[in-house]
């Protein structure tokens, strides 16, 4: 893969667009750097699809500036198509044509000559587990086979920039994971993958950085691990043999044992760490107060989520 641009792969200023009265992104910026996985997360019509759309030339934005692969997406969408591959949320597949004809296709229109476009189609076919399947009709692809096909013929005319539209709705675990692996590897080799995704722990495990986007603005964004530390909340559950520990405990930390919670469990406010976890179960273990069991609970991705849509709207009030 020949990659020329020595800027960000994405770089997104004040971009809007309204639809009728309804204002659907109000003045956003982004700034995805190369060979990384960026996701816009959101609640539905939050404007999401909207960001791809623009940033893939199919509509306009109303004003701002958006460049892909170093090129202005309005000046130069020919040059920006060249870059990029698109998943939407939807399947692209032709039922009615074989695995590998679809692929063929999509060389025909990134202008392929035939060898090349029949050399791309079997190394993706392989790497992507379809080789046994390639001469079947989409038709009769499951739905794991058909949303790798779906990013398959994304890859054919070799994007540097792959946009990822919910490409794991409706998937079962097993083929949500084959898929996270498959942007792994796309990333490995220097695509950059601009993702979108209703699955916070999809965006957890495959994200460099995350945006979150409400009410046509951004409202958060930073790495998985910058975004849980804007929630506090994280403890460490204790768990006690009988009331007596518990109490003894509850004294000794300072903590109150929430009195509409039979199941005898303390909860300490902390981090998780290690050097915080061995600390505390080191003080219980000098007053000979014996915990039962233990549990750390951190901010996640959810928590992050509800707590600044949350914000947002009660600020928009």
Known sequence: MTNTSTGPAIAVTGLRRSYGAQVV????DLHVPEGTVFSLLGPNGAGKT???QILSTLIRAD?????????????DPDRVRAAIGVTGQFSAVDDFLTGEENLLLMGDLNHLCRAEGRRRAAVLLERFGLGEAARKAGAVYSGGMRRRLDLAMGLMGDPRVVFLDEPTTGLDPRSRRDMWQIVRDLVADGVTVFLTTQYLE????????IALLDRGGIVAEGTPAELKRLVPGGHVELRFA????LTEA?????????PADESLVLRVPGDG????????LDRLDAAAIEVDGLAVHTPDLD??????TAAEEVTSR
């Open 25 to 28: 992104l109000d003045g956003i």
């Open 63 to 75: 004003s701002g500036e958006a460049r892909v692969g170093g090129h202005d997406v309005l000046r």
């Open 273 to 280: 760490g290690v050097r915080a976890l061995k600390a505390l």
């Open 250 to 258: 509850a004294v000794l930390l300072g903590v109150s044992p929430d």
């Open 50 to 52: 909207t960001v791809v």
């Open 242 to 245: 009988d009331v007596p520990a």
């Open 303 to 308: 928590d992050v989520f509800f707590a600044v």
């Open 202 to 209: 999809e965006a957890d495990q495959l994200s460099d950085r």
